[in-house]
Nanobody, 122 residues
């Protein structure tokens, strides 16, 4: 089984910055797509940004130009640099990994972190 742990959330004023990180751990596995989703109170969970292990990235329109996703494949870690934060960015941010687990045969599945709270407010 694979575990994802996020960190880096907190309270920041509008226009400020935060950097989230998510590290995957477990037995023998590999990760294809890895990324971030968020869920604000009363709203559905939405895509923020994703990155494949070959460097392809995808961003929600609402964060383009402000957020940057990056990966350290050797450390099984994905980062989300968030700049020019807005109050509407307030949400719980969840890490997602599309994982291949190598056991008696290969198993593929989506794994989620526990979430980290980001609050943008004065």
């Amino acid at each position: 089984q694979v575990q994802l742990v996020e960190s880096g959330g907190g309270l920041v004023q509008p226009g400020g910055s935060l950097r989230l990180s998510c590290t995957a751990s477990g037995r023998r596995f590999s990760i294809n797509r890895m990324g971030w989703y968020r869920q604000a109170p009363g709203k559905q969970r939405e895509l923020v940004a994703t990155a494949t292990n070959d460097g392809s990235t995808n961003y929600a329109d609402s964060v383009k130009g402000r957020f940057t996703i990056s990966r350290d494949n050797a450390k099984n870690t994905v980062y989300l640099q968030m700049d020019s934060l807005k109050p509407e960015d307030t949400a719980i941010y969840y890490c997602l990994a599309d994982v291949l687990i190598f056991s008696s045969y290969t198993i593929r599945g989506d794994y989620w972190g526990q979430g980290t709270q980001v609050t943008v407010s004065f």
